[in-house]
């Protein structure tokens, strides 16, 4: 277990891969909990957005008062990480069609961009996290097409950003939990265990 | 909460890049409601009312019961209408063993198929060769025994088969408890035990070592057939279903769109019972369902393919 003093991480679990993603937290040592209602969010380091189908999710959060209260944990400086579907939510621009996000990173996503589902894959990327390429699972994934200024590009697949990062708010294209890689994780913890200090700001709002 | 890794078909392809793509969407689809739609109308208010994905066929259970006849693959231009309609995933249903369908459906390029005992079985021995596809696969299954043989035919989910379009979770109920408790006590045996059991449960050694180890299937669990109700979602989900299919319960109600957003509330916060009567209040009807006990053998579905 690396050693690092005890983050714990919430988990939106309104529908899709949480359960993938808590179990890589676990085995990095990181408390997880589950994501329903606004309390749950209370005493969170960090928050994952976790692969689903985003409109089901983005409804889910609008009707529950929960993407308010995720918008407040952001600019709090709470620690964020959206994985292919939460990359949408997260996104400020969504094509493909058009749909409302939190609008927490400042990109354009553009919606199922390689086709359905026979054309998700496993491939790999080249990263800043590490020497060797990141091994990267897209399912129905999205593609970033435009990432602003200030938005770091941690990981690149087909010359897109695929893993990216502004401030607190990270966001994958790709599935990293459904990998037996924890280098994106391990990173997400530590910037969780870091966090407070940086809030996202500069994000202007488009409506 | 529950660890588990989307690879092991119990067989050669392993792990393999395809296999975990396959159960990749299997895994994005948990929590979540997929339903029964026949037209890309329907599709639209399952989607509007939080469906992760669509199944799409040609007429919902309950009428197939009704109606009686041959029930094959839903015609190509609805299935192409509603995947121009929806964001999310449609599926759509293929008859037991039917593979040239599968094929078609492939090409279509539909993002999950059901072979589905719900249309009328076109071959009463043999399933499709799931491994042969692309496109995941989901197949019903009324114990373990029919769940891992399918698994070893490459299915990547597994959803009970309960009884379709009665509107009675009773079935469901029956299946995913038998799933659930015959994979407990696989976790409670000896090692010398295990080959007898894969013996009268008819299942591959090689998937009941597995989950005698992990005392879970090797893909996503989830319920369909009769759920009618919220509660009876979060009924299914707290018998451990990843997700529930939800057929003629839906647009057969007098209520489809109230119902269909109340099922997703209830599956979502199933162990809320606070939140699912919440999705209750408002409500209409429910659809009608049957007795699965006073119906006849021939009536019955869930017993086509095991």
């Known amino acids: 277990m690396p050693e690092r003093k005890e983050v714990k991480i919430g988990i939106l679990a309104v529908q899709g891969d949480f359960g993938a993603h808590a179990a890589m937290l676990e085995q990095l040592g990181a408390k997880t909990a589950e994501v329903r209602t606004p309390a749950d969010l209370e005493d969170c380091d960090g928050l994952i957005l976790p692969g689903g189908e985003s409109t089901t999710q983005l409804k889910f959060l609008q009707e529950e008062g929960l993407a308010d209260k995720i918008v407040k944990f952001a600019k709090r400086g709470g620690a964020i990480f959206g994985t292919c579907a939460g990359a949408i939510l997260l996104a400020k621009d969504v094509k493909h069609p058009q749909q409302d996000s939190l609008n927490l990173m400042d990109m354009t996503v553009v919606r199922n961009a390689y086709g359905r589902q026979i054309a998700s894959d496993v491939v790999s990327g080249p990263t800043t996290l590490k020497n060797e390429p990141l091994e990267m699972v897209f399912i129905r994934g999205p593609v970033i097409e435009r990432a602003g200024p200030g938005v770091k590009v941690l990981a690149k697949y087909a010359g897109k950003p695929a893993l990216v990062q502004r401030e607190n708010i990270m966001a994958a294209t790709f599935h990293p939990e459904l990998t037996d890689d924890t280098t994106v994780h391990e990173y997400f913890l530590r910037l969780a265990g870091t966090g407070a200090k940086q809030p996202a700001n500069g994000v202007k709002s488009s409506s | ?306």
């Open chain 2, 1 to 306: 909460m529950e660890v588990k890794k989307p690879n092991g078909s119990g067989n050669g392809n392993k792990g393999s890049n395809e296999w975990r793509v396959k159960v990749g969407l299997a895994e994005m689809l948990k929590g979540g409601v997929i339903m029964d739609v026949t037209n890309a109308e329907q599709a639209k208010i399952a989607e509007n009312a939080g469906a992760c994905a669509v199944m799409a066929l040609e007429r919902v259970p309950s009428d197939i019961r009704k109606e009686g006849g041959v029930a094959r693959m839903a015609s190509i231009k609805v299935i192409r209408e509603i995947m121009k309609t929806v964001t999310i995933p449609v599926m759509a249903k293929v008859r037991i063993g039917h593979f040239a369908e599968a094929e078609v459906l492939q090409a279509l390029e539909v993002d999950f198929i059901d072979e589905s005992e719900v249309l009328t079985p076109a071959d009463e021995e043999n399933h499709v060769w799931k491994h042969d596809y692309r496109v995941p696969f989901v197949c019903g299954a009324r114990n373990l025994g029919e769940a891992l043989r399918r698994i070893a035919e490459g299915a990547a989910m597994i959803r009970t088969k309960g009884e379709a379009g009665s509107g009675n979770v009773v079935e469901a109920v029956r299946h995913m408890r038998a799933i659930v408790s015959q994979m407990k006590k696989l976790t409670t045996m000896r090692d010398d035990e295990l080959m007898h059991e894969a013996k009268e449960l008819g299942a591959p050694l090689d998937l009941v070592r597995q989950i005698a180890k992990t005392g879970k299937l090797p893909v996503p669990n989830f319920s369909a057939g009769g759920i009618a109700t919220p509660a009876d979602a979060a009924l299914v989900r707290r018998l451990g279903a990843e997700a529930v299919f939800v057929g003629s319960g839906i647009f057969k109600s007098s209520d489809p769109e109230a119902r269909a957003k109340a099922v997703v509330k209830a599956t979502t916060h199933f162990e809320d019972a606070k939140a699912v009567l919440e999705a209750h209040e408002e409500l209409g009807e429910a659809m009608r369902g049957l007795d699965v006990r006073q119906m006849e053998e021939k009536d019955l579905l869930s017993t086509r393919g095991s």
